[in-house]
T-cell receptor, first 111, second 112 residues
Framework: SQQGEEDPQALSIQEGENATMNCSYK?????LQWYRQNSGRGLVHLIL?????REKHSGRLRVTLDTSKKSSSLLITASRAADTASYFC???????????FGKGTHLIIQP | NAGVTQTPKFQVLKTGQSMTLQCAQD?????MYWYRQDPGMGLRLIYY???????DKGEVPNGYNVSRLNKREFSLRLESAAPSQTSVYFC???????????FGDGTRLSIL
């Protein structure tokens, strides 16, 4: 299995602080993706990083990928209450089959 | 701008009943997917359709069947529902194999 595993399982921080979540996976990948899920809703794509990329930015999001360690991290800077959600990493081998998801990190931003 | 639409949003079934979950996308995507999400878990792939006219099994296909009705629609059928199939079901689509997936809001299914 290429399963991604997030760490920590839950994270609670104060508004304005930075939040870092980590993801590890088992086999070679074509790309790694991060998704956000608000309570009771579907997943929303945040960022995709390809296996030949090391870092990618999108607004307040920064993702790193270390293929030698089979790990990735998602950094959310200057957190806001609206960032409260579950965050999932998902890995893709690049084929037609679907993504393999981790169990997620539940992030709570305290006002 | 609907994206991926799933129906119904909620459903309660009795053990042994059958039902079909519907999914439609309006983004002209080639590939479509069905996942299930259980409490405290990530999503697990049930079935997928790489393109119109093809379907393949994912990680947890037992107890399910699918139909890719046309490019827009991909349905998931439970022939004889079991309590272990109580879950939230998500449909997703994507244009290419290396593109992100777009998800519907899910169908919450309870089997008593």
């Amino acid at each position: 299995s290429q399963q991604g595993e997030e760490d920590p399982q839950a994270l609670s921080i104060q508004e304005g602080e930075n939040a870092t979540m980590n993801c590890s996976y088992k086999t070679s990948i074509n790309n790694l993706q991060w998704y956000r899920q608000n309570s009771g809703r579907g997943l929303v794509h945040l960022i995709l990083i390809r296996s030949n990329e090391r870092e990618k930015h999108s607004g307040r999001l920064r993702v790193t990928l270390d293929t030698s360690k089979k790990s990735s991290s998602l950094l959310i800077t200057a957190s806001r209450a609206a960032d409260t959600a579950s965050y999932f990493c998902a890995v893709s081998g690049g084929g037609a089959d679907g993504l393999t998801f981790g169990k997620g990190t539940h992030l709570i931003i305290q006002p | 701008n609907a994206g991926v639409t799933q129906t119904p949003k909620f459903q309660v079934l009795k053990t042994g009943q059958s039902m079909t979950l519907q999914c439609a996308q309006d983004m002209n995507h080639n590939s479509m997917y069905w996942y299930r999400q259980d409490p405290g878990m990530g999503l697990r792939l049930i079935y997928y359709s790489a393109s119109e006219g093809t379907t393949d099994k994912g990680e947890v296909p037992n107890g399910y069947n699918v139909s890719r009705l046309n490019k827009r629609e991909f349905s998931l059928r439970l022939e004889s529902a079991a309590p272990s199939q109580t879950s939230v079901y998500f449909c997703a689509s994507r244009q290419g194999y290396r593109q992100p997936q777009h998800f519907g809001d899910g169908t919450r299914l309870s089997i008593l």
